[in-house]
């Protein structure tokens, strides 16, 4: 069964920063474009920023370019998220995804909560 | 990077179709036949339940189906259940992005 695992999560000051790890396992992970996406407390889903198989194509939603970094290890089986500038809107679930295809995330992690708040 | 737009709830009694709406550009959802549904309940990650528009992933009941026209895509429920009840969630593929609607609440009543 493939699994994705976060952590990394926790409460952190504005203008602070977090690393999130995501370790897959059950899957040829190098062979899957990665996502992650996450939610704020009762809303809805917001895709944060994908990276494809060999790390060749890298994508981020407008709200954090230029303050988060996706990266992956193929050899550790394991995706990242380094946050920086750390805003109270960033305070949200934080899950992985797998990429099947075009857009289809088609497993998900349990999620990590980041806190962002002085 | 504009959300899709999504009806904020729908309700249905057991064993009735429901329809979700999904309305989109044609940067999106227009552009391409890659859109996805998602189903989430209170406290759970998102499960996939729809993709490419119409198909559904190995083990997804067949009451579940998808179709688009034009920029908007609709997810129909049928033969509604106490389980269906949850948050449903479209998507589509850009090609420098992932878009996500707001999201639906489903109530069954």
């Known amino acids: 069964e493939v699994q994705l695992v976060e952590s990394g999560g926790g409460l952190v000051k504005p203008g602070g920063s977090l690393r999130l790890s995501c370790a897959a396992s059950e899957f040829t992970f190098s062979s899957y474009s990665m996502n992650w996406v996450r939610q704020a407390p009762g809303k809805g889903l917001e895709w944060v920023s994908s990276?494809?198989?060999?790390?060749?194509?890298?994508y981020y939603a407008d709200s954090v370019k230029g303050r988060f970094t996706i990266s992956r290890d193929n050899a550790k089986n394991s995706l990242y998220l380094q946050m920086n500038s750390l805003r109270a809107e960033d305070t949200a679930e934080y899950y992985c995804a797998r990429a099947s295809g075009y857009g289809a995330l088609d497993y998900w992690g349990q999620g990590t909560l980041v806190t962002v708040s002085s | 990077q504009s959300a899709l737009t999504q009806p904020a709830s729908v309700s249905g009694s057991p064993g009735q179709s429901i329809t979700i709406s999904c309305t989109g550009t044609s940067s999106d959802i227009g552009g391409y036949n890659y859109v996805s549904w998602y189903q989430q309940h209170p406290g759970k990650a998102p499960k996939l339940m729809i993709y490419?528009?119409?198909d559904r992933p190995s083990g997804v009941s067949n009451r579940f189906s998808g179709s688009k026209s034009g920029n908007t895509a609709s997810l129909t429920i049928s033969g509604l259940q106490a389980e269906d009840e949850a948050d449903y969630y479209c998507?589509?593929?850009?090609?420098?992005?992932?878009?996500f609607g707001g999201g639906t609440k489903l109530t069954v009543l």
């Open positions: 990276i494809s198989s060999s790390s060749s194509y890298i």
């Open positions: 998507s589509s593929y850009t090609s420098s992005s992932t878009l």
């Open positions: 490419d528009v119409s």
